[in-house]
């Protein structure tokens, strides 16, 4: 077990933004967590990162408690927002300090960002553009990169599907399958494309005002079913 998370509450004044007893995620998972605006999946994503307190209850990364060490954190990479990034650094240069920070050699460095080339379109890897002048697209998958460089055995992506175009979404989809399969690494992703969703992830977590709706493997036909009605229900 990779994640564990316990009796977590997060509330905001009178809104519950999390509230979730028990959830565990297995190692090798690609775990899809879904819901409709305000449903908490960032929420929880900033929890489980320690980027955020909870009001109650713990969560552990590999059987540390994120809160009480920073020992999880070499073996997590993620993705949230363009606050991860370094805007006045050049992609190039932000790559190297991600490696720097994580003992990756230059060389291993370059090799694994050879995976990443042909998602990168020439406007990433080898530019001199600065990041904060990127698209918003590019900008997201500098991120992306950024967060997979040094191979974590947990990562942790909000949202990766966004900005970007069809090609890039497919490409986004095999480099994530392949890095699961190569690594071994669980993956957390959330996402408002069902379909997306639906055809990279093992299991699918519905999430709504906080709490967890629904909670499955896509092998289940029924499970599927019902969280489509769900979507179609709330239209």
């Not at 999390?18 to 899809?32: A, K, L, R, T």
């Amino acid at each position: 077990m990779i994640l564990n998370i316990n009796n977590i509450k997060k509330t905001y004044a009178e809104t519950t933004a999390i509230d979730i007893n028990n959830y565990s995620v297995n190692e090798g998972e690609i775990v899809g967590i879904i819901g409709n605006n305000g449903a908490g999946k960032t929420t929880l994503f900033r929890l489980i990162l320690d980027l955020i307190k909870p009001d109650t209850g713990k969560i552990y990364i590999e059987n540390i408690c994120t809160s009480e060490s920073e020992e999880w954190k070499h073996d997590t990479g993620a993705f949230i927002d363009d606050g991860f990034l370094i805007d006045f650094l050049t992609p190039d240069e932000y790559f190297n300090f991600i490696c720097k920070i994580n003992s990756v050699s230059q060389n291993e460095c370059n090799e694994r960002l050879n995976v990443f080339k042909h998602i990168s379109n020439g406007e990433i890897i080898g530019t001199n553009k600065l990041i904060r002048n990127l698209s918003a697209g590019n900008k997201q998958k500098v991120g992306i990169i950024g967060a997979m460089l040094h191979k974590p055995k947990l990562l942790i992506l909000d949202e990766p599907f966004n900005f970007l175009d069809p090609s890039s979404q497919l490409t986004m989809k095999k480099i994530l399958e392949s890095y699961n399969k190569e690594t071994g690494a669980t993956i957390l992703i959330s996402s408002h494309n069902l379909q997306q969703i639906f055809n990279l992830c093992s299991r699918v977590t519905l999430l709504e005002h906080g709490k967890i709706i629904k909670d499955g493997f896509k092998n289940d036909v029924d499970l599927l079913n019902e969280i489509e009605n769900y979507f179609i229900h709330q239209s």
